[in-house]
């Protein structure tokens, strides 16, 4: 992990499947199930390298997007920095069982974009 670097990419849409379908198809990307308490996941693969997944949005009002992940030491400390700066916390902090722990922020001008923090070793 390297802090700053964008380390995950996720797509939250309503279609998964038809998401799924598209991206293999334009870029030969491979999937593969990844169980989560929150429902269905797949993640994408490059050469067997996961890199991102897709998922079913979690509210039917929310537009289809790409989240990008940016690695932080502390996800606590950088929802408590963004926040102290004006930003808001669109989801979490929440633990994700062997992903590590994760929240989604909106910035000033309302850019979204998630925070990463892999699980201890």
């Known amino acids: 992990m390297q802090p700053g670097k964008i ?30 308490p929150q429902g269905e996941y797949t993640m994408f693969k490059q050469n067997g390298v996961p890199f991102g997944g ?17 690695c932080v030491e502390n996800v606590d400390a950088s929802v408590e920095k963004s926040t102290s700066l004006g930003g808001e916390v669109c989801c979490g902090p929440m633990d994700i069982p062997e992903v590590g722990r994760i929240a989604v922020i909106k910035d000033l001008q309302g850019g979204v974009i998630g925070l990463h923090q892999p699980p201890a070793k």
């Open 54 to 70: 897709v998922l079913k949005a979690p509210q039917p009002d929310l537009p289809t997007m790409w989240v990008n992940y940016v």
């Open 7 to 36: 380390g995950w990419n996720e797509l939250m849409t309503s279609d998964p499947a038809g998401a799924i379908a598209y991206y293999t198809q334009l870029f030969g990307w491979e999937t593969e199930p990844f169980p989560m």
